[in-house]
């Protein structure tokens, strides 16, 4: 029996992703997140960057662009200044977000347009054979830190927050629902939204990190992972080495396509 | 009396968009095109149409062709150094055979170089800048008037053979202000990208007896639910590494511009038909050549200019039959000696090609290209 979130998939499965890619379980908390959303099919654009996360935008049935390497948001921005009624989601990895595509994301997040964005963060390069980027953890290695990562990672909710996204969350593909109702959420959310999909790369980031195994990087989420609201109730000491998950910012702020669409509405009746 | 309008050619290229039916312009300030996005911000909310900044050239290209796949008429201006900038999405637009234009007005190079002074250093990069095989369209206008009229041109181009078109002005002809001579009331004709004939089983890269695909727009409805990429692809869409397939991809982005070099290819004769000289020029240096011959002919010496309007697709068939008997073909350019290689390259070998360059900053003077012509025993 297929689920009921498959009629968002083209025919065009298998996917490239490797065994243990925890990138088809974001596919169906997105999904899964259409179906509840209520979107219709024809009315959904979905952008996606460079790497193994942007093959994503292949497999599912919309109207869909497979950009270049961190291009994804300001594609999305044109389209979505041009064609306000349609859903926009972009999908980056987290190279693709926060290196490459750093100065887009940045710049997205300040203008507040209406976008959801979900970074498919697995903390390394997958599509090139596993080279560190710039969410892959202090100390951890990766093949171009062989012995072990001396950059300082971005926390990638602090980076949105900072640079004025208006709705920031994070979930992890061994919290599905949850993931998937942050998805729904930020798409409902009236400006720039984004939402840090935790998941993992046995591949390219356990392989080089002692965590091959699929199953044992699955429970290192479960444990690490605490949600913000259980989290309050947690001593810092109690948090120390924990990733919090849910929703960090959720404020109201003028978008940036009404606020055109306003500019325009003002010279209607003539000349100012 | 009627009113003389005096107009910059940057002002120009605005009012050519707006007549060509562009509705959004995203760019990054940069000298000397800023003009253009100061325009576009100021005119096009009072017109319903869109403008946006953004953060850097790179993301300039990227909102043009997000604009361009949902339907949209988009451009872009730039210089030089933002120019390099956006070859990474110029090659993006040619893979996905996405329609807009670009505006690039050339400055003084390489790098930051001379920001305000002319120089046309980028007649090459316009053509191979971005990586990988294809063919492009660049126009070359040499005054505020043809400014307006290339702009339209360069939107019906891009539309009719779904390629990103390229305005390449020189610093000189962006800022130059003088008599804009187009009818009140000009209607131009506008040339959209054609639609599939049904909807259904559409294959938006498919291949069709022009070279060009029928475009429907993502986000509308019916067929529209396909995929773009700039992964080399089928008719589909999709990535695809089959060679046949991929050799037909190619080749297509090529021929579907370079076979119709005679209908895309613009060029000026002026006193062309008896001359023994010819000077072949675009842009500023062609205002220089012009009236050098002009006053060389008042002299009763047999000079003529072939201006090239269009520089790529490079007009071969054209050039050489203009180059063949002339006693010398000179190309004054404010470059090293860019597009005189493709003279040299189609111009019979009995004639002698010589290359006049100058990169100073500074514009040619007719005075100078005479001089040249003598010292070089042509005259």
């Given amino acids: 029996m297929k689920a009921v979130y498959e009629k968002y998939f083209r025919s065009n499965l298998p996917h490239i992703w490797c065994a243990g890619c925890g990138h088809g379980t974001v596919m169906a908390a997105y999904a899964l997140a259409l179906e509840k959303l209520g979107y219709d099919k024809n009315d959904v654009l979905a952008i996606s960057g460079i790497g193994c996360s942007s093959r994503i935008t292949g497999y599912l049935d919309s109207s869909t662009m497979h950009t270049a390497h961190g291009r994804a948001l300001p594609v999305a921005s044109g389209a979505k200044m041009c064609e306000p009624r349609l859903k926009v989601f972009v999908f980056m990895g987290d190279g693709d977000c926060t290196a490459i595509g750093g100065n887009h994301f940045i710049h997205a997040c300040r203008r507040n347009i209406d976008i959801t964005a979900i970074v498919m963060n697995n903390n390394i390069y997958g599509m090139t054979g596993g080279q560190y980027s710039p969410l892959t953890p202090y100390g951890k290695k990766a093949t171009t830190a062989p012995y072990g990562n001396i950059d300082h990672s971005f926390d990638l909710v602090e980076l949105a927050k900072g640079a004025g996204a208006t709705y920031v969350a994070r979930g992890d593909v061994s919290h599905m629902k949850q993931l998937s109702d942050l998805i729904v959420e930020g798409a409902q959310h009236k400006g720039f939204s984004v939402i840090e999909a935790m998941t993992p790369c046995p591949t390219s980031f356990g392989r080089y990190n002692k965590t091959p195994d699929p199953a044992q990087m699955l429970q290192i989420f479960r444990d690490v992972t605490v949600s913000v609201k259980r989290a309050e109730k947690m001593t810092a000491e109690e948090l120390e080495g924990k990733i919090l998950t849910g929703v960090f910012v959720n404020r109201e702020a003028p978008e940036y396509v009404e606020d055109y669409q306003k500019l325009i509405d003002s010279f209607q009746g003539g000349d100012k | ?379």
């Fill in chain 2, 1 to 379: 009396m009627a009113k003389v309008k005096l107009l910059q050619g940057n002002q120009a290229c605005l009012e050519g968009a707006i007549s060509a039916g562009a509705d959004f312009f995203a760019g990054y300030p940069i000298t000397p095109s800023s003009e253009v996005a100061e325009q576009a911000a100021t005119k096009f909310p009072k017109l319903g149409r869109k403008f946006m900044q953004m953060e850097d050239e790179i993301a300039s290209m990227a909102a043009i062709i997000g604009a361009s796949a949902v339907g949209h008429k988009a451009f872009t201006a730039t210089s030089g150094p933002g120019f390099s900038l956006m070859q990474e999405l110029l090659g993006y637009a040619a893979n996905a055979e996405l329609p807009l234009v670009v505006v690039n007005v050339m400055r003084g190079g390489p790098s930051t170089g001379l920001p305000t002074l002319p120089a046309q250093g980028d007649v090459q990069q316009v053509r191979w800048g971005t990586h990988g095989d294809h063919s492009i369209i660049v126009l070359s206008p040499y005054s505020v008037t043809e400014v307006y009229y290339q702009t339209i041109r360069a939107f019906n181009l891009a539309e009719q053979y779904r390629t990103p078109v390229i305005l390449l002005m020189d610093e000189v002809i962006g800022h130059l202000r003088e008599r804009f001579d187009v009818p009140e009331g000009y209607q131009p004709e506008i040339i959209n990208r054609k639609a599939p004939e049904s909807k259904e089983n559409y294959l938006p890269f498919r291949n069709t007896e022009d070279g060009v695909p029928p475009f429907i727009a993502l986000g509308q409805g019916e067929g529209s639910r396909y995929h773009i990429t700039g992964l080399t692809h089928g008719e589909s869409g999709f990535y695809s590494s089959n060679p046949q397939v991929v050799d037909q991809f190619i080749r297509r982005l090529s021929s579907k511009i370079e076979d119709h070099v005679d209908e895309i290819a613009e060029v000026e004769e002026c006193y062309t038909e008896d001359a023994e000289i010819l000077l072949v020029a675009y842009g500023c240096s062609a205002r220089a050549s012009r009236a050098a011959v002009e006053k060389l002919r008042a002299q009763g010496q047999k000079v003529g200019l072939l201006r090239l309007l269009t520089l790529w697709p490079f007009p071969d068939k054209l050039v050489a039959k203009h180059c063949a008997g002339k006693k010398a073909v000179i190309m004054p350019e404010l470059n090293l000696g860019q597009m005189v290689r493709e003279v040299q390259r189609v111009c019979p070998s009995d004639v002698p090609v010589k290359s006049f360059t100058k990169i100073d900053g500074s514009l040619f003077t007719p005075e100078e290209i005479i001089n040249f012509m003598k010292k070089g025993g042509c005259l």
